[in-house]
């Protein structure tokens, strides 16, 4: 595996301890900062990252998690364009309208699939329902 996807439910498990499922994230994160993985994520999960950091830990933590963020080469953040947005909406959500999907989520597949990364370090059974694999 040469990169991961890092959706917010993964990420969020991995860095918060009192999460049930934290344990198996934080070991799969720390296994892809060991291996060198390319991380990558959306401007869209950060947001979505920094609201949950900032609602459990206070806006000052928020604020940290950002700049410790935007400060790591390890760790690669896609603007979302129109374009992108606008591919994630025909290609993802208009198939699979039965699904509760986010325009987050559907991004995020549009981004994976750009990039070609399989591996998505997430909780969120819709990445296997778009063919990606979840870590751990």
């Known amino acids: 595996m040469?990169?991961?996807?890092?959706?917010?439910?993964?990420w969020f498990a991995a860095l918060s301890p009192k999460?049930?499922?934290h344990r198996g994230?934080?070991?799969?994160y720390k296994s892809l900062i060991d291996r060198h993985?390319?991380?990558?994520?959306?401007?869209?999960?950060?947001?979505e990252m920094q609201i949950l950091i900032s609602r459990f830990r206070g806006a000052a933590e928020g604020v940290r998690f950002l700049d410790a963020l935007y400060q790591d080469a390890a760790h690669e953040v896609v603007f979302v364009d129109r374009d992108t947005e606008r591919m994630a909406v025909d290609r993802w959500l208009r198939r699979f309208t039965d699904q509760r999907l986010s325009l987050a989520d559907a991004?995020?597949?549009?981004?994976?699939?750009?990039?070609?990364?399989?591996h998505a370090l997430?909780?969120?059974t819709h990445f296997e329902l778009a063919g990606f694999e979840l870590l751990p």
């Open 2 to 10: 040469t990169g991961a996807f890092l959706d917010t439910s993964g």
């Open 19 to 21: 999460e049930a499922r």
């Open 25 to 28: 994230a934080l070991a799969a």
């Open 37 to 47: 993985a390319r991380l990558v994520t959306t401007n869209l999960v950060v947001a």
């Open 107 to 118: 991004v995020s597949f549009e981004v994976m699939k750009a990039r070609r990364i399989r």
């Open 122 to 124: 997430a909780l969120d």
